[in-house]
């Protein structure tokens, strides 16, 4: 992709603690795409292709288990946008270091939800940070960044002390919700109910939006079209949404624990006239089954919310829903 394209990339979107699959669940995979293969003709590496291409996603990939971490496109060549730091920092470092330019200095730009340690897990692990010559700038709405990026080295929870970077690192913390500039886009950000205090992104460039809204707890009764996040979330291209839980998980067992469920992912980015909803921050709990059985169901939630909109005279948004899987690369179209 050009430099003048819209992108974001998912370095890691499970919540709360990195999930790795276990050795049983990849031979689950195997066994089940065996089974699916029977009387099937794999006698050509097309055939195999296209086979391995025509089975269920929970079968052929993973949703992945690092926890939070995404890319948005930049203009400049040397500088790299980042929301949050989770072990998906680590992926983007590996991958970066492989590539020509990573010989040459830098600009990272890291944009932080919140502090919590599953956000910020893979700064340690961050292998530009090491090299003299990089700059790497934070910017978030708390006050403290600096002081919980240093606690987590540690000595006593981390071998490398915080002091062994080499590469010149800023910490900007911002007045909350105020509006800023980064790699060409026009940001502001929102106060969201989490544990802590987590904030929301919203980001503009060349007449397109990209929302960032992980570890977020909406109320279903709130949720109306003068509630705020609506205006917040209104027409954005994409839209990455904390959609951690179900209705019935949400309100059962897993109220007041900082995320929502993907009953109202839907009626919020309906109701915002949003065009790609990407559900975020994944349950550790679930695995590449439960995930893709969660989609199903968002999806047929989808459904309900276009009837209703029908019945009262309105044409229902075209709105297109996916599972953020880490890998995924979303153009913003």
């Known amino acids: 992709m050009s430099s003048s394209e819209i992108w ?83 992926s ?21 939800s919140h502090l919590h340690w599953d956000h910020i897990q893979g700064f340690p692990f961050f292998g530009p940070a090491y090299i003299p010559g990089n700059t790497i700038i934070i910017y978030g709405y708390h006050s403290d960044i600096e002081r919980l990026f240093n606690a987590q080295m540690n000595d006593a929870w981390f071998p490398v002390n915080y002091d062994s970077f080499r590469a010149n690192i800023e910490f900007r913390p911002m007045e909350p919700e105020s509006p800023f500039e980064i790699c060409g886009y026009r940001a502001r950000g929102v106060w969201q109910n989490h544990p802590g205090v987590a904030f929301g992104y919203r980001f503009e460039r060349n007449g397109k939006a990209i929302i960032y809204s992980t570890d977020s707890e909406h109320d279903l009764e709130k949720v109306n079209d003068a509630y ?42 309906m109701r915002s006239n949003v065009k790609h909803l990407l559900i975020f921050h994944h349950d550790p709990a679930n695995s590449d089954e439960n995930l893709s059985d969660f989609l199903n169901l968002t999806l047929e939630y989808r459904e309900v919310v276009e009837r209703r909109f029908q019945s009262s005279g309105v044409d229902a948004p075209n709105l297109k829903i996916g599972l953020a899987h880490d890998g995924l690369v979303i153009p913003v179209l």
Not at 92 to 112: D, G, I, L, Q
Not at 235 to 262: C, M, P, R
């Open 8 to 90: 974001a990339k998912i370095w890691g979107c499970r919540g709360s603690i990195p999930t790795p699959l276990y050795a049983s669940q990849v031979r689950d995979k195997i066994e089940r795409a065996l089974w699916l293969a029977r009387g099937r003709d794999l006698s050509s590496d097309l055939a195999i292709s296209r086979f391995i291409e025509s089975l269920p996603f929970e079968v052929s990939g993973t949703y992945g288990g690092n926890t939070s971490c995404v890319e948005l496109s930049t203009e400049g060549t040397d500088e790299y946008l980042l929301l949050d730091a989770g072990s998906g920092l680590k």
């Open 92 to 112: 983007f470092s590996e991958e970066f270091m492989k590539r020509p330019e990573s010989r040459n200095p830098a600009t990272f730009h890291f944009v932080m």
């Open 228 to 269: 705020h996040f609506i205006d917040f979330f209104r027409d954005a291209d994409l839209l990455i949404f904390d959609a951690q839980y179900t209705l019935e998980d949400n309100i059962v067992s897993k109220q007041n624990w900082g995320h929502s469920n993907n009953v109202i992912a839907v009626e919020m980015a």
